[in-house]
């Protein structure tokens, strides 16, 4: 049982039952955040009106709607148009951006390129960085022989912070992230300045598709749901 005042992930309410769904009538479970956080939910959503978040919170929320199609009112079978990297697009857009940030993964440098040839064919500008930008040997940041990739080689660092330190000296308007390492990608969104959205998660297994163990723990990754 959950200790947690907010556990979304846990709730079995149907959809349209939810509280968070449907205010007036709506039902919620033990530990429903809608409920234990109502003191702070108006001067949250206060916020939105600042300058900086305004207008990028309704833009996002345009794109979020024009990714279906056949929106009519009444029921209807949600039936998504778009994928990631045009909607993606389509937001820098909306914003009116002019530069774009990538910050990728070395290891994805055919398909940053592809991504980039997609950014400037939109019309955008674009700086990107690799994750090994700047050469720094892992000794660095105290990494041990034996915890490298392959002992006993010269192994350069992922450099998240030089990453972003490099696109805000850039002065991108919105920063995409390609497939840097888990914890690599927290850093970088931790401080990069300019807005940041995901195009891809690293998955080394799953071809960069991690909800491929998610779909598949009942099955072929049951160790997932295992102790050590």
């Known amino acids: 049982m959950t200790t947690a005042k907010a556990h979304c992930a846990r709730c079995r309410i149907p959809k349209a039952e939810k509280i968070c769904q449907n205010p007036e009538s709506g039902r919620a479970p033990d530990f429903c955040p809608t409920i234990h956080y109502r003191d702070i939910i108006d001067t949250v959503t206060a916020r939105y009106q600042a300058p900086a978040i305004s207008e990028f919170a309704r833009l996002a929320s345009v794109q979020e709607g024009e990714c279906y199609a056949n929106r009519a009112p009444g029921p209807y079978v949600l039936q998504p148009v778009k994928t990631r990297i045009q909607e993606t697009m389509e937001f820098a857009a909306k914003l009116g951006c002019k530069k774009l940030g990538l910050a990728f993964c070395g290891g994805l440098q055919k398909e940053a390129g592809m991504v980039a040839d997609i950014i ?8 990107s960085v690799a994750c090994n930008c700047g050469a720094v040997p892992k000794e660095r940041i105290g990494i041990r022989d034996a915890e490298k990739v392959r002992p006993g080689s010269l192994e350069t660092m992922c450099n998240p912070l030089l990453q972003a330190e490099i696109l805000n000296r850039e002065q991108t308007d919105l920063n995409i992230v390609l497939g840097l390492c888990v914890g690599h990608d927290a850093l970088f969104l931790k401080h ?11 998955d080394r297994v799953t071809g960069h598709n991690p909800l491929a163990a998610v779909y598949t723990v009942h099955s072929y990754y049951q160790k997932l749901k295992r102790q050590p």
């Open 120 to 127: 400037e064919a939109n019309g955008f500008a674009l700086a």
């Open 192 to 202: 990069a300045e300019a807005y940041s959205t995901v195009l891809a998660a690293k």
